[in-house]
């Protein structure tokens, strides 16, 4: 027997139990995989509340790091003893060993360990995405990511930067804020007591910016499309604060033929071939430095409560694993 988080009902950090789970062999399309880390992200948090719904009971997390133990008969591209990673479902990374589809495994580069492994894929591949596929951020670009000292912000910071963006970032506090700009961050607002949008204003001198990447939602959505200037993309993404207001097309026209997007990275790499391009770009830009996986946080797996206490409380910062 090992091991898992499961919950049997939605709700609070409580409802998350550490049950003994039977691991069977490997189907014949899977991989039994031995986690060495576990990713926390925030999008735990919204299976485990309900706000995405989950037939129960059910496991929970989408992101792991460790090694094979065994594979099914049809499966040819790993053998037992390869490092590997993931981010995706099926739901349940939040487990001491776990079988996986195989094709949603990728190999782990050597030079990357578990625990940066685990912390990156979700969040590595999200920032791949927003600024390679939904929006191409060219040199010389002006962007502005919320939350920009969580996960997916400081690898959005780091890229962006790298990809010759001007960086713009809103944190929750001062200490953040250094985090950010130590990370590529050029210009950071603290949102919790400064207006956004006239801050993005004056920046940009009255310009906008060119894209707004927005996983806050409720309480920064109506702002973010003020941010942007005609023709601006708004790339809606998560929903921390709550859900983002519904949306009349007028609002669009009115600031400027503005484009809008709700993509989820499951889309994203729903394809093998995507799946490939987007981790193994994601590996180059770590390999060569240009991007750190910061992992900030870690927890034992059977404390994963806590942990997700911790990252709804704003606690955290940059990644978080949850070791088995
Ligand atoms: N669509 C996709 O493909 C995709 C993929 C990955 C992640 N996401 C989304 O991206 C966002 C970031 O994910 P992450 O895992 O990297 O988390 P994270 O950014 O490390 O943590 C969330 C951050 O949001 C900020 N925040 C603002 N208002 C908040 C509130 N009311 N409650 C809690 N936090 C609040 C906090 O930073 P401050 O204190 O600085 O405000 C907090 O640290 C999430 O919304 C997630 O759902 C989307």
Not at 214 to 221: L, N, P, V, W
Request: hydrophobic share 45%; with cysteine; glycine share 10%.
């Amino acid at each position: 027997m090992s091991h898992a988080i499961r919950f049997h009902a939605p709700g609070g950090p409580e409802v998350l139990r550490w049950e003994e789970v039977a691991v069977g062999d490997p189907a014949p399309n899977e991989a039994r995989v031995r986690h060495h880390a576990v990713g926390l992200n925030y999008i735990d948090i919204y299976h485990r509340t309900g706000a995405y719904p989950l037939p129960l009971p059910s496991g929970i997390g989408l992101e792991g790091a460790g090694v094979v133990e065994a594979v099914g008969s049809a499966v040819t591209e790993l053998k037992a003893g390869d490092r590997v990673a993931y981010a995706g479902g099926p739901i349940g990374a939040y487990a001491e060993v776990r079988n996986m589809p195989a094709d949603r495994l990728v190999k782990l580069p050597d030079a990357i360990d578990f625990k940066t492994g685990a912390a990156m894929m979700l969040q590595g591949m999200t920032a791949q995405y927003l600024l390679r596929r939904t929006c191409r951020v060219e040199p010389g670009d002006t962007i502005l990511i919320h939350a920009a000292a969580g996960g997916v912000g400081l690898i959005v910071c780091q890229w962006a930067k790298a990809l010759g963006a001007t960086v713009i970032g809103t944190v929750g506090s001062d200490e953040k804020a250094a985090l950010a700009k130590a990370h590529g961050c050029d210009h950071t607002i603290i949102y919790t007591r400064e207006n956004f949008v006239e801050r993005v204003k004056d920046i940009t001198s009255g310009k906008g910016v060119r894209v707004v990447y927005d996983s806050i939602a409720k309480d920064t959505f109506m702002g973010s499309l003020d941010c942007l200037r005609p023709l601006g993309m708004m790339v809606l993404f998560g929903a921390a604060s709550g859900p983002a207001p519904l949306l009349d097309s007028g609002e669009l026209a009115k600031r400027g033929s503005l484009f809008f997007t709700r993509p989820t990275l499951f889309t994203y790499i729903a394809q093998r071939s995507d799946l490939l391009a987007i981790s193994g770009e994601l590996f180059d830009v770590v390999t060569a430095g240009k991007v750190k996986i910061e992992v900030n946080q870690s927890y034992a797996l059977k404390d994963a409560a806590q942990a997700q206490i911790d990252l709804v409380a704003r606690k955290t910062t940059g990644s978080t694993v949850l070791l088995p």
